[in-house]
């Protein structure tokens, strides 16, 4: 069953096309998550879904109701890309409020335990203005899932936090999964988006470039990358033959191999040239698509694609 | 319903919480306050410091009897009846000879006045007893009053009444009138101010209105006129730039994932009107209390509290929502403080226009502009404060135009609202505010 069921929407800001002809399903209890550089239509794509911000054209169903109007269903705890919280307010006060808001009903031992749970409870009596970033945005999260919702829309929720808060967060997040909550989270974290999400939706320049699993994603792209890890780096491998670019990170090198040609013949011609200590073929990483599709070469290719049409 | 009331409850508490709100409270009756403190103690303390006044008189007999006459009169009124206080200041006189150079005169009794031993000096021009002989264009000019006095100075008030005097008994004298029957001749007529009549519904008599209180005519509509003012202006002027506030700390976007605009809007302007009935609970109580400690309590128009109550929800309303689409299109704060202006208008105009509707608050420019809804709760209140008041049709109808043009402005507001509020950057052109207020 979809949680969210989008078809054909558009939504224009004066004449920039915000997001163009959209078609989606979300499957309820997954995670879900958007990627797509900045100015893609993102959050342009979470705000139709929550209700604050509505579709030029087409459709959007969220748990087979249409989003119509301007009334939020309200079944979404949003997590939105700009933090703001009341600053006067304590903590405990502001989530008690939103939580209220959104379900109508006390939830205050369900802040108590998150407040505890995300190691917050010293601070649930202090105004939200003593907070430091970090704390201000795990307390935003917080209302955002505390009255429980059926789906959770989490822009960018690891932006600015430490490993320790963004391992917490990542838990809660598994856990509202376990529980039956469908969760939408974007982030520009490539590993994040692999490791966490079920299936993962690419927008860029306002369309749909990618959505599926992470191994339907891959499978797009092939077998064509190989990781090298050779005596010199980068440097020996210039040249190889076959070889289309060559990816730099470091310590080890990803090479993708231009259409029918062999990776044997760059091992042979790699191994002629210097020691290697690794050379293994791979599926691409989400990085690397990413980069391939929204990277010089993506938008170049995406401008032409525009021109032709 | 329930979103819009625990907006509103959230909105009123941190509101009212608010060091700013519990200094309004305060000072905002005590500045207004003290204006009539200050009239009252001013009132108490008169400056009784004596006065001299120098006379050059071009006639050569009008200055004695000028003399006479603000003496008589100085005796007359130098003492308060019943407490015998004195309450102004004695006059004396000098009649300098006029001297072959007027200007070097004038200027002599100038230095004088300015080194304050003359507190003014007056001239008599030649012409003065016989004006008709003038020309056209100095008629005015016979007498000239040369003093370091305001524009509204009590010195040249008080003594244009004997001058005057003096100046008609020396005109009469060579009239040939019997100089006995000058005081009854020349004595001031009065007129009494009186309540217009009216029938009794049941019994068909005529209910007579007595005197009508000169006092209660102006004070009465002008307190309530202000003390509407100053409830709306202290209850409604923060929404602006806690709007704009809040949009800049982008508060509002995750607010609209559980509540729509409307009831977003809704849930401030009540909490608002929360904190105007917060407000006159507490104003109008000092205001009954003050006027029982000073046995005024007869003056307070306790009927017309309802209206009073009808006009402020509505005034309150109408500017909060309008304070929502204001704050929401603003890009800065700096924004909502220019805006302010426009925001204010509605109250503002009226008050502007306050004196002129006291005077003649059954005039037609008086009816007009408080069937303007904006201008509606405080003109009316004014009007329907003065004497003789106003026929019920009049603020039935400018009550029902201002709900009108409140639920207008709402709707409108709700729209502009709703796109401004997660807008940020440059603020919105007029062109743009129309446009969302049409397509939301």
Redesign the interface.
């Known amino acids: 069953m979809s949680a969210i069921q989008i078809r054909g929407v558009t939504k224009s800001f004066a004449s920039v096309v915000a997001v163009n002809d959209l078609s989606l399903d979300i499957p309820a209890g997954s995670i879900y998550g958007f990627i797509g550089p900045n100015g893609s239509g993102k959050t342009t794509t979470m705000r139709m879904i929550v209700g604050i911000s509505h579709p030029d054209s087409g459709s959007i169903q969220v748990f087979g109701r249409e989003m119509a109007g301007s009334s939020p269903i309200g079944v979404a705890g949003y997590l939105p890309e700009e933090r703001g919280l009341y600053r006067k307010m304590t903590v405990r006060a502001l989530l008690e409020f939103h939580g209220e808001l959104r379900s109508g009903r006390s939830v205050a031992p369900d802040v108590d335990a998150w407040l505890r749970r995300l190691n917050l409870a010293d601070w649930a009596d202090k105004k939200v203005e003593t907070l430091s970033k970090g704390m201000t945005q795990k307390v935003q999260f917080i209302a955002a899932i505390v009255a429980e919702p059926k789906l959770v829309i989490l822009d960018e929720p690891f932006t600015g936090l430490d490993p320790v808060s963004s391992e917490a967060i990542r838990e809660a997040i598994l856990e509202l999964r376990s529980r039956g909550t469908t969760v939408v989270l974007s982030t520009h974290d490539m590993n994040t988006a692999e490791a966490l999400c079920d299936s993962i939706f690419m927008i860029f320049q306002g369309r749909k470039v990618l959505d599926g699993t992470l191994a339907e994603i891959q499978d797009l792209y092939g077998n064509d990358t190989i990781r090298v890890k050779a005596e010199g780096g980068a440097a020996a491998m210039a040249g190889l033959p076959g070889v289309e670019s060559v990816h730099d990170l470091g310590q080890i090198q990803e090479i993708r191999m231009g259409r029918g040609c062999d990776p044997q013949d760059a091992l042979r011609e790699l191994i002629g040239r210097t020691r290697v200590w690794e050379f293994s073929i791979a599926k691409p990483s989400l990085h690397d698509i990413f980069i391939r599709i929204a990277g010089p070469a993506g938008q170049m290719a995406a401008k032409v694609e525009a021109q032709n049409a | 319903m329930?979103?819009i009331f625990?907006?509103a409850k959230?909105d009123y508490l941190?509101s009212i919480q608010t060091k700013a709100f519990l200094f309004g409270l305060i000072v905002a009756p005590l500045l207004f306050g003290s204006g009539f403190i200050g009239v009252a103690i001013m009132k108490g303390k008169p400056d009784i410091k004596e006065r001299h006044i120098a006379i050059i008189d071009r006639t050569g007999v009008a200055a004695a009897s000028i003399v006479e006459s603000a003496q008589r009169t100085n005796r007359e009124d130098l003492y308060e009846k019943g407490t015998r206080k004195q309450i102004m200041p004695v006059y004396s006189f000098e009649v300098p000879t006029p001297a072959g150079s007027p200007e070097a005169q004038r200027l002599a009794l100038s230095e004088r006045v300015r080194a304050h031993e003359l507190f003014a000096f007056i001239e008599i021009g030649p012409n003065a007893l016989h004006p008709a002989e003038s020309d056209a264009k100095d008629r005015e000019s016979d007498v000239f009053w040369y003093s370091n006095e305001g524009g509204v100075g009590e010195g040249r008030r008080w003594l244009s009444g004997p001058v005057s005097d003096g100046i008609r008994r020396v005109r009469l004298a060579q009239l040939g009138v019997d100089p006995s029957h000058l005081n009854e001749t020349l004595k001031a007529v009065e007129l009494q101010s009186m309540k217009l009549l009216s029938k009794d519904p049941k019994s068909g008599a005529i209910v007579t209105g007595g005197k009508k209180d000169d006092l209660a005519g102006f004070f009465v509509p002008f307190s309530l006129a202000l003390l509407l003012f100053m409830i709306v202006m202290t209850t409604s002027g923060p929404m602006l730039p806690a709007i704009a506030e809040?949009k800049m700390?982008?508060?509002?976007?995750?607010?609209?994932?559980?509540?729509?605009?409307?009831e977003l809007i809704a849930g401030k302007v009540l909490a608002a009107v929360g904190r105007s009935l917060t407000s006159s609970v507490v104003y109008i109580g000092i205001a009954l209390l003050s006027l029982n400690a000073m046995a005024l309590l007869g003056y307070a128009p306790v009927e017309l509290l309802p209206w009073f109550v009808a006009y402020m929800v509505a005034e309150v309303t109408m500017l909060c929502a309008m304070a929502a689409a204001l704050g929401a299109a603003c890009g800065s704060p700096q924004d909502a403080q220019s805006l302010a202006v426009v925001l204010f208008a509605p109250v503002l105009i009226p008050i502007m226009m306050l004196t002129p509707i006291v005077q003649q608050p059954n005039g037609t420019l008086a009816l007009v502009m408080s069937l303007v809804p904006p201008f509606t709760p405080i003109l009316m209140m004014t009007r329907q404060a003065s004497p003789g008041g106003v026929p019920l049709w009049q603020p039935v109808v400018g009550l029902v135009g201002v709900a009108l043009a409140t639920a207008g402005i709402s709707w409108v507001a709700a729209r502009i609202f709703?796109v401004g509020i997660?807008m940020q950057g440059k603020p919105p052109s007029v062109a743009e505010l129309v446009r969302w207020a049409v397509r939301?």
């Open positions: 329930r979103k625990l907006i959230r941190a809040d700390q982008r508060v509002f976007e995750m607010l609209l994932a559980s509540a729509t605009a409307f709703r997660l939301g």
